[in-house]
Each structure stands twice: as C-alpha cells, then as structure tokens.
C-alpha cells in the first residue's frame, strides 16, 4: 500500500502519543531499581563527575599546553644549569636521565629502555638537530624529578624553550 500524505496524517496523531507515553515508561531491572531518568527535585537529578582518563569535553575544551609551557618555562628557568652545555652535551645528558628515570621506574627491562637503547645513536643525533640545548636540559632535569614521560617532557620542555631560529 502506497504511503501517501492521508496515511502519514492518519498516522501523526498515533506518533504524538507513542512519544508523549514513553517518558512515563519505567523498566524494572532484576534488582527492582527503576531505569526512569531522575526527576527535577530528586538528589539523582544532581550532575554527576565522571572520573575517566580521556574524557570527551569537545573541540573547545582541549587542554592549552601552550600555557603549560609558559608555566613550566617559569619553573624550571631558574633551575638550569648556566651556562647551558651545548646542544650535543645537553642531549646526551637528557637521554641518559631519561634512560635512569626508565630503569628507576619501570625496571632493567622495560621496553621503553630497551626501545631508548636502540635507538639512542638516532635520537642524540635527532636531538641535537631539533632540540635546544635548553629544552634538553629542562627534559633531563624533570626526568630525574619523575615529573613524567619522555614524550611529554620533551614536547612541554621544546614548547617552553624552542630552538632559536624556529
């Protein structure tokens, strides 16, 4: 049977009151508790928090890691060595502190270790060509303070004191 507009205004008035009836609807779960969303007034009504390691917050809710940086720019400045080693010598000192803080944290045989001890010739040289001898520092400082993981040491350390030039 064709579905033409006289069967879709026949059908409207059954719609409105399927939708108006389904909020008045409640399931009893095995325990008896009903799944009925919480009513103005009642305490279940309140805002959750949600505890999850990534939550979704949305586009504009992203974290400023720039901010970070300027925050932890003003942190570690003062702490620096000075003068700054070169760039070779603060690259080789942030990956040996990185190095410690794996085998200190995570044991002799952590794959993060043995992955660094793979590549270790790549990364100074990477470093040395990519990295301020500043933010090699600030990354081998924080590494021996467990302030946390390489990756984002070295992302938060090169934001806070980037390459010159760059």
Do not use: I
């Given at each position: 049977?064709?579905?033409?507009?006289?069967?879709?205004?026949?059908?409207?008035?059954?719609?409105?009151?399927?939708?108006?009836l389904?909020?008045?609807?409640?399931?009893?779960?095995?325990?008896?508790?009903?799944?009925?969303?919480?009513?103005?007034?009642?305490?279940?009504?309140?805002?959750?928090?949600?505890?999850?390691?990534?939550?979704?917050?949305?586009?504009?809710?992203?974290p400023?890691?720039?901010?970070?940086?300027?925050s932890?720019?003003?942190?570690?400045?003062?702490?620096?060595?000075?003068?700054?080693?070169?760039?070779?010598?603060?690259?080789?000192?942030?990956?040996?502190?990185?190095?410690?803080?794996?085998a200190?944290?995570?044991?002799?045989?952590?794959?993060?270790?043995?992955?660094?001890?793979?590549?270790?010739?790549?990364?100074?040289?990477?470093?040395?060509?990519e990295?301020?001898?500043?933010?090699?520092?600030?990354?081998?400082?924080?590494?021996?303070?467990?302030a946390?993981?390489?990756?984002?040491?070295?992302?938060?350390?090169?934001?806070?004191?980037?390459?010159?030039?760059?």
């Amino acid at each position: 049977m064709p579905v033409g507009r006289e069967s879709f205004s026949t059908s409207a008035p059954m719609l409105a009151l399927t939708l108006a009836l389904v909020p008045a609807c409640t399931c009893t779960c095995g325990d008896d508790s009903a799944t009925r969303s919480p009513s103005e007034g009642q305490p279940e009504a309140e805002e959750r928090v949600l505890n999850v390691g990534n939550p979704a917050r949305g586009l504009d809710a992203q974290p400023d890691y720039d901010g970070q940086a300027r925050s932890l720019r003003k942190d570690v400045l003062p702490r620096l060595p000075d003068p700054l080693p070169d760039a070779a010598t603060a690259c080789a000192q942030m990956l040996e502190a990185v190095a410690e803080h794996y085998a200190r944290t995570e044991g002799d045989t952590a794959p993060q270790l043995e992955v660094l001890k793979a590549t270790r010739a790549h990364e100074q040289e990477a470093c040395t060509t990519e990295t301020s001898a500043a933010a090699a520092s600030c990354v081998a400082l924080l590494a021996r303070e467990e302030a946390g993981e390489f990756p984002w040491l070295l992302d938060q350390c090169s934001r806070a004191f980037p390459r010159s030039g760059s």
